[in-house]
């Protein structure tokens, strides 16, 4: 079983940034795919971000070159640095665990990928 917990989300103007943080139970964190989802109100879950163990990337073209995600394997901690936000990135942030394929892959970009969900964090970009 595996605890996902996020934090760092809020209130901001466009242009602005927040960095959410997600922390992870489990003995062999090091080994999962750690995903970063979004879902808008009204919206489907869309996928933001991921990041192997090993340190590997992959975003969606919608935040490529705004967000950063990172990892640190001996404390069992995500982060997702999200930089000049838009209005549009407005949506509930949710961290994500595959604990099963070890490496990226074109599934790590869909949500039925993963094993483990946190309760999500808000994020509100004003315009």
């Known amino acids: 079983q595996v605890q996902l917990v996020e934090s760092g989300g809020g209130l901001v103007q466009a242009g602005g940034s927040l960095r959410l943080s997600c922390a992870a139970s489990g003995r062999t964190f090091s080994s999962y795919v750690m995903g970063w989802f979004r879902q808008a109100r009204g919206k489907e879950r869309e996928f933001v971000a991921v990041?192997?163990?090993?340190?590997?990337?992959n975003y969606a073209d919608s935040v490529k070159g705004r967000f950063t995600v990172s990892r640190d394997n001996a404390k069992n901690m995500v982060y997702l640095q999200m930089d000049r936000l838009k209005p549009e990135d407005t949506a509930v942030y949710y961290c994500a665990a595959d604990v099963r394929t070890g490496f990226l892959a074109v599934s790590s970009k869909r949500a039925t990928t993963y094993d483990y969900w946190g309760q999500g964090t808000q994020v509100t970009v004003s315009s």
């Open positions: 990041i192997s163990g090993s340190g590997a990337c």
